[in-house]
């Protein structure tokens, strides 16, 4: 079974800092989509970035990037720059390529962004 | 284009009760898939519905059930409401069965007394 695990629970920047979320994940399939969705308080999920296993080369969305270590199986979200509207709970999470679209969440990380 | 959209936003019912909650998927996907999410929890997936078939269950009872129509909105039912079943339910559509992203709707606050 596929499981994610983000180890923390909250995290506090100012505005315009540069903050790391940290996720991992178990799996024993070789190709798989990761994925890191944003839910702020209207509780709409909201697709951050995204990542194919097959490459290699880190995704990037503006101020959004991510650091895919796939031995390691660990996939990292970095945010440049914050700035208030990035305050929400921030989910990562796992699909495999075969099968039904099931998304595996992690716990999520509270990230506030102060002024 | 409109995005996907549930319905009701909130909702209570009592203990033993049944529920349906609705939604309505993003223009043009014909997967949508449900998700439990418990307060300060990350969603849990109930089910996956593929063009009006069930496609993947999660570890949920048998009193889950859902459907999906024609137009690929869907429905998701739970018979027998406890206590444990308050949580926002998160409705998700994508344009592919497998893979890519989800596209997720606002959700329903369910809250069972």
């Known amino acids: 079974a596929q499981t994610v695990t983000q180890s923390q629970p909250e995290m506090s920047v100012q505005e315009a800092e540069t903050v790391t979320l940290s996720c991992t994940y178990d799996t024993s399939e070789n190709n798989y989509y990761l994925f890191w969705y944003k839910q702020p308080p209207s509780r709409q999920m909201i697709l951050v970035i995204r990542?194919?296993?097959?490459?290699?080369q880190n995704a990037t969305e503006n101020r959004f990037s991510v650091n895919f270590q796939k031995a390691a199986k660990s996939f990292s979200l970095k945010i440049s720059d914050s700035q208030l509207g990035d305050t929400a709970m921030y989910f990562c999470?796992?699909?495999?390529?075969?099968?039904?679209?099931?998304?595996?969440f992690g716990q999520g990380t509270r990230l506030t962004i102060n002024p | 284009e409109t995005g996907v959209t549930q319905s009701p936003t909130h909702l209570i019912k009592t203990r033993g009760q049944q529920v349906t909650l609705r939604c309505s998927s993003q223009s043009g996907h014909n997967t949508v898939s449900w998700y439990q999410q418990a307060l300060g929890q990350g969603p849990q997936f109930i089910f996956q519905y593929y063009r009006e078939e069930e496609n993947g269950r999660g570890n949920f009872p048998p009193r889950f059930s859902g459907l999906q129509f024609p137009n690929y909105s869907s429905e998701l039912n739970v018979n027998a409401l406890e206590l444990d079943d308050s949580a926002l339910y998160l409705c998700?559509?994508?344009?592919?069965?497998?893979?890519?992203?989800?596209?997720f709707g606002q959700g329903t606050r369910l809250t069972v007394v």
């Open positions: 999470a796992f699909t495999t390529i075969q099968g039904a679209q099931k998304l595996v």
């Open positions: 990542q194919e296993a097959y490459k290699q």
């Open positions: 998700a559509s994508s344009p592919k069965r497998t893979g890519g992203e989800a596209f």
